[in-house]
DNA sequence: TCCTGTTTCAAACAAATTTTTGAAACGGAT
DNA sequence: ATCCGTTTCAAAAATTTGTTTGAAACAGGA
């Protein structure tokens, strides 16, 4: 009889199914990973999951356990030399370390791609994965683009100014392969991530320096120049109601 | 017996099956949609899916087409009046148009999450979206991109400004969830649409003008200077070789 | 060596999901 | 009214995929 289900990092079979499930989860997400394929890889038995893990949704737990632990270690995008420097540096290597992670070919990470996923049809890891990995990393930038943007800024220029810069990044972690079909000049050149990481520096610092000066000009309001009006924004969600399967999704 | 398999949109069964289908796939792309929450969704039987468009797969390249047809009529980015505006006005219609279709709630495009699932984890029919969908819309925005960059920009100058004036919109394609999370004073302004809109154009214009002003001072190279040095990027995808199960994996 | 707890394994099992089937309902034309 | 092609339906097969099982292999210590 298993132990009691609960195991960790011992053995060295567990070790090779979380790293195989990694690789698996981050392509293909929780729901369509396919246990079989992991243990394939793995070179171990089909019931080696159910011994180590308890189950599949074990082995996703346990993964992303395993990968925050390592992700916190291999990219640290802070740090008090990083602090010492100025803002406009600390943002640049902020940049690096980001797109590192999303375009670092075999070095980036399975932990972003597995948040990708997340985001897109989340399972109930969702907060969890959201808190631990993407919080740090947002707060962080805040602080980055508050000192870029000056004293004159409001929470929503912060905000909006942090949302224009970091999804210069993001982008990558989905848009990838739409960059490649896109854009095949630049992103078959060697030295794209360089490239992008200049390119993403100047033109956020850029479009910080034009804000900030917008704001030191007009001291009243804090919000651009409006044009047009009415928007909305809500979306249903599937319910939990309505006695179906197992919520292998939120 | 089905007459051949092959159907199209002629009955209002049908019709109702590619509206369900759209929702559900949009939600959970092609291998977690579920066919049965289709059918349920749809009021009709199990069996209509196999009968009118011949299989699950033949359901979702029929829901494919249906919405790229619905999405050239609903929120057309392009047209003759909106070439004759200055550049600069001309990205804010293209601004709006696509954060509608991302943040437009129940008008949201479908289409669109469905690119987005494809982009996570492609099936066959990636590269079928992505060149029907997504690449005209690319290509209109390079030509606004380069007249606001003016004539001194390369190519590579423009793909990087396209890349990060877009990705400022596409980012809401993935990242709802995470806005909503992260800055939530923001996302539940009622107007967030509009100031998101005035944001990003207001930005990338202020960035894209910085660039020009860059490119029209020095006449020599068109790299912004460079800082630190190597990087690479590749990897791996899965294998058709491997006689596994069915490749409704890309 | 023998005992004991742990790990691996192949096979069976179970649950969920897609696909097929054969009959019934439907609707218009003859 | 009857015929015939089309569409719907409930039930059953087939497939895929996660889980369980019972035995065998293994490892270390009495």
């Known amino acids: 009889?298993?132990?009691?289900?609960?195991?960790?990092?011992?053995?060295?079979?567990?070790?090779?199914?979380l790293d195989a499930a990694a690789h698996e989860f981050?392509?293909?997400?929780?729901?369509?990973?396919?246990?079989?394929?992991?243990?394939?890889?793995?070179?171990?038995?089909?019931?080696?999951?159910?011994?180590?893990?308890?189950g599949k949704e074990g082995l996703y737990q346990a993964t992303l356990a395993h990968l925050a632990r390592r992700a916190r270690d291999e990219w640290p995008f802070d740090s008090p030399e990083l602090r010492?420097?100025?803002?406009?540096?600390?943002?640049?290597?902020?940049?690096?370390?980001?797109?590192?992670?999303?375009?670092?070919?075999p070095k980036a990470s399975p932990l972003s791609r597995?948040?990708?996923h997340e985001l897109l049809d989340p399972t109930p890891a969702f907060g969890q994965i959201l808190k631990g990995v993407s919080q740090p990393q947002w707060a962080r930038l805040v602080q980055i683009v508050r000192d870029l943007l000056g004293p004159r800024a409001s929470e929503d220029d912060v905000s909006l100014a942090?949302?224009?810069?970091?999804?210069?990044?993001v982008f990558f972690l989905f848009g990838r392969r739409m960059f490649e079909a896109v854009f095949p000049a630049l992103a078959t050149d060697p030295d794209v991530v360089d490239r992008l990481v200049d390119h993403i520096a100047f033109s956020s610092i850029a479009a910080m320096r034009a804000t900030r000066e917008r704001l030191e000009a007009a001291p009243a309001t804090s919000r651009p120049p409006r044009?047009?009006?009415?928007?909305?924004?809500?979306?249903?969600?599937?319910?939990?109601?309505?006695g179906e399967a197992k919520d292998r999704r939120i």
Chains 1, 2 share one sequence.
Not at 90 to 100: E, G, I, K, Y
Request: hydrophobic share 40%.
């Open 162 to 169: 942090t949302l224009s810069t970091a999804s210069q990044w």
């Open 84 to 105: 010492a420097m100025p803002p406009e540096d600390q943002l640049r290597a902020f940049v690096r370390v980001m797109l590192m992670r999303y375009l670092g070919g």
């Open 227 to 242: 044009r047009r009006a009415p928007a909305e924004g809500t979306e249903k969600r599937r319910g939990t109601a309505k």
């Open 26 to 54: 981050a392509l293909h997400g929780f729901q369509a990973g396919r246990i079989r394929d992991i243990v394939d890889a793995a070179g171990a038995n089909l019931a080696a999951v159910n011994y180590h893990f308890g």
């Open 1 to 17: 009889m298993p132990p009691n289900g609960r195991a960790g990092e011992d053995g060295a079979t567990a070790q090779r199914l």
């Open 114 to 116: 597995i948040l990708a």
